[in-house]
């Protein structure tokens, strides 16, 4: 591991401060917010991540989770992912946030890792995390080994001739679903994102992961007031039962009315290049009948521009029936 | 643990012999880490200063960690994951290395109360912070509930994961997990056992919260 100086700074100012005086905010940055260290550390470890400075945030008052005044939820950059996912009130009004969290990483890393870490996480693809291959996201113009490589668990949705890399998150699909706001604080003020423009697709910058530029401090994250009597599902697939990514996922929030979905929110984990918010498969079953018609109506809307790569075409049928089984599950609950 | 609790440990001890025999061919590569036993424990009011300062190695920095109870006035690089100064720097080889990357859960130890994984925090992130390691659950004469429970029901073969198998059982303790295995399976997936020895390390687990 590279030598890098920790600072702990003793506000948001010095935070910002000390961060803005780096290059980037994406990869290859001199300076990283440190929070639960669970990809930072590790991609340390491997030289991916070579930061000459360290700022933790770990001890700035951002670690809580209070109720806005519209009657959403603020959720603060360091609120640790378990502390998110046993939230009462987001248990009974955003329980498919705390179903995604609960489905990823362990009981371990949860207790460890952030809010706004868990939206900044890294891909796993082998070829990002290892430093002696190729890999356009870690080295922009070396090359994508995993297009003619391993590419099993790679993306079908929003991949580029110069990256197929899967983001790798739970918690991010449910919040795509969940329609959440990312608020930011940099040198130049505050701002708000949406959370479906917050990450980017990988195009022919693929080392452009968000929108984030240097010195801007994710502060919180708000979720929109609670959807009455919404249905909200978390479904994961993936090779093993427990402790791994998804090869698909779907994050269902919908409204039913005398059998006919009145309001719906998809979104797919495993298969996209950023967490993969779907208006198509929305479109499909707003106003429709909940029958098994209309759900496999919106897996394939869903799916429809799915390019599968050479060792994952079997993923877009699992997501096609990951995302009817969820809206299946949604509707009969 | 249970060897120790039938028979005397040998004497010189195996680890002993190795940290001996190996000092002189580790030397060249354990310069990012001061050497074990260096930082002895002293107390929080203990005016050791003088020894300390011997020790101040370019680029090191002082951290003060509650580990088991008592307190640790550390220097330490930055660099040095909570895992590599707990064994290394504290000499708690109780808690072990197994995958380094956050796979494995061998490593897992408590920090303020909640399990983590010791291998993926710098020990700077921990200034002030208390830690619990397998040395601080119990003791070969006075086991922790769950350390008599793993030895009751033969829960580990090699035995090289059990100190994190350990010290993640006895946290599920305080967290919301439901009644039936599965639960307990489910939040004990982030402790790899490479010998297979999951059932009798769920069966331990049940035992104890059976009886709390």
């Known amino acids: 591991m590279h030598t890098f100086e920790f600072i702990r700074p003793t506000d948001q100012a010095g935070a910002i401060a000390t961060a803005a005086q780096s290059k980037t905010a994406q990869q290859g940055a001199d300076v990283r917010f440190l929070g639960g260290g669970t990809t930072l550390i590790d991609l340390m470890k491997l030289n991916v991540e070579t930061p000459a400075r360290l700022v933790d945030i770990n001890r700035l008052p951002l670690d809580k989770i209070e109720e806005t005044s519209d009657g959403g939820l603020s959720i603060g950059a360091t609120v640790r992912n378990s502390d998110l996912a046993h939230y009462a009130k987001v248990q009974r009004e955003y329980s498919v946030l705390s179903q995604a969290i609960l489905q990823g990483a362990s009981a371990q890393i949860r207790n460890m890792a952030t809010t706004a870490g868990n939206l900044l996480q890294r891909t796993r693809c082998v070829y990002f995390r290892d430093t002696a291959m190729a890999c356009n996201k870690r080295e922009p113009g070396s090359g994508c080994p995993a297009i003619t490589g391993h590419n099993r668990t790679l993306a079908i949705l929003g991949a580029s001739e110069h990256c197929i890399a899967t983001n790798p998150s739970d918690m991010c699909v449910a919040l795509a679903a969940l329609e959440a706001t990312v608020h930011i604080q940099g040198p130049k003020g505050s701002r708000e994102v949406a959370f479906g423009d917050f990450h980017l697709l990988p195009g022919d910058t693929p080392h452009r992961e968000t929108v984030l530029e240097p010195g801007d401090l994710i502060t919180h994250v708000t979720l929109p007031p609670p959807i009455a009597g919404s249905k909200q599902v978390y479904l994961k697939l993936r090779d093993r039962a427990s402790y791994e990514f998804a090869l698909a996922s779907a994050a269902v929030v919908l409204t039913i009315e005398s059998g006919k979905i009145t309001r719906a929110r998809i979104a797919l984990g495993g298969v996209g290049t950023k967490p993969w918010r779907s208006p198509e498969a929305e479109a499909a079953l707003t106003g429709k009948p909940a029958s098994e018609e209309t759900f496999r109506q919106a897996a394939e809307a869903a799916l429809r521009h799915a390019k599968p790569q050479s060792e994952n075409k079997f993923k877009i049928e699992l997501a096609k029936r990951c995302v009817m089984h969820a809206v299946r599950v949604a509707t009969t609950s | ?212």
């Not at chain 2, 003088?50 to 006035?73: F, M, W």
């Open chain 2, 1 to 212: 643990m249970p060897d120790n609790h039938q028979s005397e440990p040998p004497k010189p001890s195996r680890r002993s012999f190795l940290l001996t025999t190996g000092s002189t061919a580790a030397a060249g590569v354990v310069g990012a880490y001061l050497p074990a036993g260096a930082n002895n424990p002293v107390e929080r009011n203990d005016s050791s200063a003088a020894a300390t300062s011997e020790l101040n190695v370019e680029g090191t920095v002082p951290i003060l960690l509650r580990i088991n109870g008592k307190d640790h006035q550390l220097r330490v690089d930055p660099r040095t994951t909570l895992l590599d100064c707990l064994r290394e720097t504290v000499d708690l080889t109780g808690t072990k290395k197994g995958c380094d990357h956050g796979q494995c859960g061998a490593c897992t130890v408590h920090v303020n109360g909640r399990r983590v994984l010791s291998c993926l925090n710098f020990a700077v992130m921990h200034d002030g912070e208390e830690i619990t390691t397998i040395e601080g659950l119990g003791t070969p004469e006075a086991m922790h509930p769950m350390q008599e429970a793993f030895y009751t029901h033969d829960a580990y073969q090699c035995g090289y994961c059990t100190s994190g198998q350990i010290m993640s059982a006895v946290a599920l303790l305080k967290e919301p997990c439901g009644p039936d295995d599965a639960a307990v399976k489910e939040l004990m997936s982030g402790n790899i056992c490479r010998c297979g020895a999951y059932a009798n390390i769920v069966a331990a687990i049940q035992q104890v919260r059976n009886r709390a």
